[in-house]
């Protein structure tokens, strides 16, 4: 490495601390983070009753954001009974034990939480550290991700910089939510895969990838589809290709066979009617009021979001270099459109394209464009290699 190429190393370093230092002080408190810090509770007190629990959880996060009960009826909401739902939580136990059943089908996120607590952290620390750390390591993924491809340290960095400042995983980083470190553990996987033809440690980062957001098995499903038909330009053995996507399965299964909340109560619950007791008295699922919602936001929500214009971009590079009778065209066309696919799929299942729920898809649009634009040959060949 060249003593440029060190100084940016070492630039790019400060710039992390700099940047952890800045989410950390400046952390947006959603009403999220009152689930996990009553399951970090709950796992390392097992016997401890829900109403200590509960008791324990809302005197920490009273002082940590006194405004905790400041949203008024009269706000816009969603669902109905939005507004009141979270007032409701602070007072019944019953009821906020019930609605953890919500947060606990992220069983590897959770972990994460609660090694940070049984470190030395406290209760929110520990929740919102989970979102710093995966930020930071992402943008050192994103950064050698990058070096690799274009063999140019400075130029790397300034679009590891740009990306680092894209709001969505600004927003992610900020919020108590497990959007951050499924991004990390979805690129990770592909980094592992694809570039480092490591099978077993990308099945692993898949797995917990899963296991931190369930609704990644959609997007892994068509991915793996996608290679199969290109095993022999992968270079991989379909038999590896069904023993991994089988672990990544039963990742997903046991997540659904320990679940208590169905899918309908949870659609009704975050876009019909907020159910105070979703798992003993649930409201019954309204097949119409599902469709008349779907209707409503579909064009919105993908309108506000950055797939349209990825797609704009994702068009132009590939008619740039597209062949009929090209295999690498067919398979990169293949990989974005089982990304569309995915998310379109996704937006049935839990109609919401909320930016930050989202920076895994837009990070590996971002990475393969890139990765396109910058050098001539295939993306899923077996070593990469800079060249225009």
């Given at each position: 490495m060249k003593k440029t190429d060190r100084l940016l190393v070492f630039i790019f370093s400060i710039y992390l601390c700099l940047m952890s230092y800045y989410l950390y002080t400046h952390q947006y408190y959603n009403v999220d983070l009152e689930a996990y810090a009553g399951l970090i509770y709950k796992a390392e007190y097992p016997e401890m009753k829900i109403e200590e629990i509960h008791k324990k959880v809302y005197t920490e996060l009273k002082d940590t954001n006194p405004k905790l009960f400041g949203i008024t009826p009269q706000d816009e909401e969603i669902a109905v009974g939005?507004?009141?739902y979270y007032k409701v939580l602070s007072e019944n136990p019953k009821a906020y034990?019930?609605?953890?059943?919500?947060?606990?089908?992220?069983?590897?996120?959770n972990f994460v939480n609660l090694m940070f607590f049984k470190s030395g952290f406290n209760l929110t620390t520990s929740v919102f550290l989970t979102s710093i750390l995966s930020y930071v390591l992402i943008l050192v993924l994103v950064f050698c991700y990058l070096i690799r491809i274009l063999k140019n340290y400075p130029l790397a960095l300034i679009i590891t910089v740009i990306?680092?400042?894209?709001?969505?995983l600004l927003e992610a980083s900020r919020h108590a939510s497990a959007d951050s470190l499924s991004c990390l553990l979805l690129l990770l996987s592909l980094y592992t895969f694809i570039?480092?033809?490591k099978h077993l440690p990308a099945t692993i980062f898949a797995m917990l990838c899963v296991l931190t957001r369930?609704?990644?098995?959609?997007l892994y499903s068509f991915l793996y589809i996608v290679a199969y038909f290109n095993r022999n330009i992968l270079e991989i053995k379909a038999s590896k290709l069904f023993f991994s996507y089988g672990y990544i399965f039963l990742a997903f299964f046991l997540i659904q066979y320990f679940n208590q909340i169905s899918w309908s109560t949870l659609f009704m619950n975050q876009f019909t009617k907020v159910q105070i007791y979703p798992i003993s008295d649930p409201d019954p699922f309204v097949f119409s009021d599902y469709v008349k919602y779907l209707k409503k936001s579909m064009l919105l929500e993908?309108?506000?979001?950055?797939?349209?214009?990825?797609?704009?971009?994702?068009?132009?590079?590939?008619?740039?270099?597209?062949?009929?009778h090209s295999k690498k065209s067919w398979a990169q066309c293949l990989f974005f459109a089982a990304i569309y696919i995915s998310v379109f799929l996704r937006f049935l299942v839990f109609p919401s394209l909320a930016n930050r729920m989202m920076i895994g898809f837009y990070l590996i649009i971002i990475l393969s464009l890139?990765?396109?634009q910058n050098s001539k040959i295939n993306i899923f060949k077996n070593s990469l290699e800079a060249g225009k």
């Open positions: 939005e507004n009141t034990g019930e609605e953890l059943q919500l947060f606990s089908v992220k069983p590897f996120y990306i680092s400042l894209f709001k969505p570039v480092r033809k369930p609704e990644y098995f959609i993908f309108n506000g979001s950055y797939f349209s214009l990825l797609l704009l971009f994702i068009v132009i590079i590939l008619a740039n270099k597209f062949s009929w890139i990765y396109i």
